[in-house]
């Protein structure tokens, strides 16, 4: 009888032992719940000027919903034709309002998703010790002043600088003196930081580069004469086509968001 009563007892504690391993190995296999985009793909296409920003949020996003972003920098022109002949963008970044404006006229954008990131402010950028004397936007029409600007047909920078020089008169005193119009704002950088040039119109936050550092000194350029723009963002129709409304919604929402990595980088937060 105790014998029984001992191999009763010992096939229960075996029981328990294997209940017990069970429930253990079921706990620890459960999956834990994946990120909010898992395996999800959209494709941004950004002004080059944002270029240091955008790669960080891109990464920080990409670590947070577990989704991938592909990129295209370019000038806002640029990337404008990708958005109009391949629908090649699901969120959409221009370097100024104006040409997010075009991409609503021609149905190309989700008017809902539409938002102001930062301000854009112009400046005008010298080579560090401003050997040339530059002080004012009339100081770009002095002989022997060598000038760069962005293409107004490229970039956004361009099409801004153009109409700044214009509401000053200054557009045809300034031309002779231009050496070249660069297709993207960072090759305007690279001209004055390698002496190339003695001045460009540049955006603001362009100051915080490593590339900028002891290389360039910055003349604001007074508030009457400044044209200040914003740069904005919003989802494409293309992301509702192809699949990516979702994620792309997230994206757009994240960047508006982090203000604090726009900040860091130069650019002042839009706070309209």
């Given at each position: 009888?105790?014998s029984?009563?001992?191999l ?15 429930l ?7 999956p834990t719940?994946g990120k909010?985009f898992e395996?999800?793909?959209l494709?941004v296409c950004?002004g080059?000027g944002?270029?240091?920003p955008?790669?960080?949020l891109?990464?920080m996003?990409?670590n947070?919903?577990?989704a991938?972003v ?6 806002s022109s640029?990337i404008?034709g990708v958005?109009q002949?391949t ?5 959409f970044?221009p ?7 075009q ?11 539409v ?11 010298v080579p ?7 002080h ?11 000038v760069?600007l962005g293409?107004?047909k490229?970039c956004?920078i ?9 509401k000053?008169?200054l557009?045809d005193?300034v031309k002779?003196?231009v ?9 305007l950088?690279?001209?004055i930081?390698t002496?190339?040039?003695d ?12 590339q ?7 003349v604001?350029i007074?508030?009457n004469?400044n044209?200040i723009k914003t740069?904005p ?8 086509k ?9 994206f757009?929402a994240?960047?508006a968001?982090h203000?604090?990595v ?7 937060p839009w706070?309209?």
């Amino acid at each position: 009888m105790k014998s029984m009563k001992a191999l009763f007892l010992m096939a229960v504690l075996i029981g328990a032992v294997i209940g017990a391993g069970c429930l253990g190995s079921t706990n620890a296999s459960t999956p834990t719940k994946g990120k909010s985009f898992e395996g999800q793909t959209l494709t941004v296409c950004s002004g080059a000027g944002m270029i240091k920003p955008m790669n960080e949020l891109i990464k920080m996003f990409e670590n947070e919903t577990g989704a991938k972003v592909a990129v295209q920098y370019g000038g806002s022109s640029d990337i404008f034709g990708v958005l109009q002949t391949t629908c090649g963008c699901d969120v959409f970044i221009p370097g100024a309002w104006y040409y997010m404006e075009q991409a609503m006229k021609n149905g190309y954008i989700l008017n809902g998703t539409v938002a102001n990131l930062t301000y854009h402010i112009p400046v005008i950028a010298v080579p560090a010790g401003n050997p040339k004397g530059i002080h004012s936007l009339k100081d770009l029409t002095k002989p022997g002043v060598r000038v760069v600007l962005g293409d107004p047909k490229a970039c956004a920078i361009g099409k801004v600088t153009k109409k700044i020089l214009e509401k000053n008169g200054l557009w045809d005193k300034v031309k002779p003196n231009v050496v070249t119009f660069a297709p993207t704002v960072n090759q305007l950088l690279i001209y004055i930081t390698t002496g190339q040039a003695d001045a460009a119109i540049i955006w603001e936050d362009m100051v915080t580069w490593a590339q900028s550092k002891g290389k360039i000194e910055v003349v604001q350029i007074s508030p009457n004469e400044n044209l200040i723009k914003t740069i904005p963002t919003a989802v494409t129709t293309c992301a509702e086509k192809d699949g990516h409304l979702k994620v792309a919604e997230a994206f757009n929402a994240f960047i508006a968001n982090h203000t604090e990595v726009w900040e860091k980088w130069g650019f002042k937060p839009w706070k309209g």
